[in-house]
């Protein structure tokens, strides 16, 4: 192991010499750039260049034995956004789980299928091209999803509409499942600066607002059905809905130009909307369903409120 001496440079600045055989080795040359990464217990990692190894194949095995078929599907998911590459669920009562297996991959997950099945297991695998997923195009997909959900349940009183509400919280899961696994693939594979690593964590969180954001809106339109007949509360609760769907536009866009203004004059509207719910609620407490829609509502405001908020903080 070689040592270095730490030197002064300039005024703030601290520097240290590098091997001439490691720069040889690398061709690198005055102006050349390395990359640094902090790993821990004060190790700080020098490299010449981005780290984008042959990511380990993993197979990860699942028992159905004594499982329902919704801990089964959890556990297909989870070991999916865990970045395995093949995923082998067995049993003797496999066939019993055949159809939660196909319809978890077929609309939970991305660019999976099923590759071999037998009289006691069925293996599922496929293949990520790493390099030609674009966070920023999935957050964009996942906000136009949530954006159709917002009309969609201000027309409750137009037609029936659950089920296309249902297929959008779908498709917005599997761009969600699919944020997490290529983010968790790029801190365990790809060595990364600081920043890249920082940016990567806050796209997670906005991915995550956003599922929960249309997980809610999902709730608020099943409750709606239930009181199509209320006329008075759905005017005063779709008159919230639009309030909150213009918040979110606005916070969204103060996401994507990171106008910390704009994300600022948007936080008190939490509190707005909360006073808004509170006052339906003691109004309308005894109707069923009422207290639950105005909960949810809040629970949107929240969300959108926590992405305005990582937008100044």
């Known amino acids: 192991m070689e040592t270095r001496k730490v030197i002064g440079f ?32 004060g190790a700080l990692e020098l490299t010449a260049q981005f780290k984008d190894e042959e990511p380990v194949q993993k197979k990860i095995t699942i028992s159905c034995e004594g499982k329902n078929q919704e801990r089964i599907q959890r556990e297909i998911i989870a070991s999916y956004i865990k970045d395995y590459n093949t995923i082998e669920v067995n049993g003797k009562s496999i066939n019993k789980y055949e159809q939660t297996i196909r319809e978890t991959v077929k609309n939970k997950l991305v660019a999976v299928e099923v590759i071999e099945q037998t009289k006691d297991k069925i293996v599922i695998g496929g293949f990520l091209d790493y390099k030609t997923i674009s966070h920023e195009v999935l957050i964009k997909r996942m906000d136009i999803l949530v954006r159709s959900i917002f009309y969609d349940i201000q027309r409750v009183k137009e037609e029936e509409l659950s089920d296309n509400i249902v297929q959008r919280d ?62 008075e509360l759905l005017e005063d609760i779709i008159t919230i809905v639009k309030g909150l769907e213009e918040d979110y536009t606005k916070t969204m866009k103060a996401e994507y130009t990171k106008d910390m203004v704009l994300a600022f004059n948007l936080s008190y509207r939490k509190g707005e909307v909360g006073k808004q719910c509170d006052d339906l609620y003691r109004r309308d407490w005894n109707k069923k369903w009422a207290p639950l829609i105005t909960e949810t509502l809040k629970d949107i405001s929240a969300s959108t409120h926590r992405i305005a908020r990582g937008v100044y903080s």
Do not use: C, M
């Open 10 to 41: 300039g005024n703030s600045s601290f520097v240290i010499s590098l091997p001439k055989g490691w720069l040889r080795k690398y061709n690198l040359q005055k102006g050349s750039q390395v990359y640094l990464k902090e790993n821990g217990n």
């Open 170 to 231: 779908i498709d917005i899961d599997r761009l969600f499942f699919l944020i997490q696994r290529t983010i968790k693939h790029f801190l365990e594979n790809v060595t990364v600066p600081r920043e890249k690593t920082v940016i990567l964590l806050k796209t997670w969180d906005l991915a995550h607002r956003l599922e929960r954001i249309a997980d809610d809106l999902k709730r608020t339109g099943r409750f709606l059905k239930h009181i199509k007949n209320e006329g």
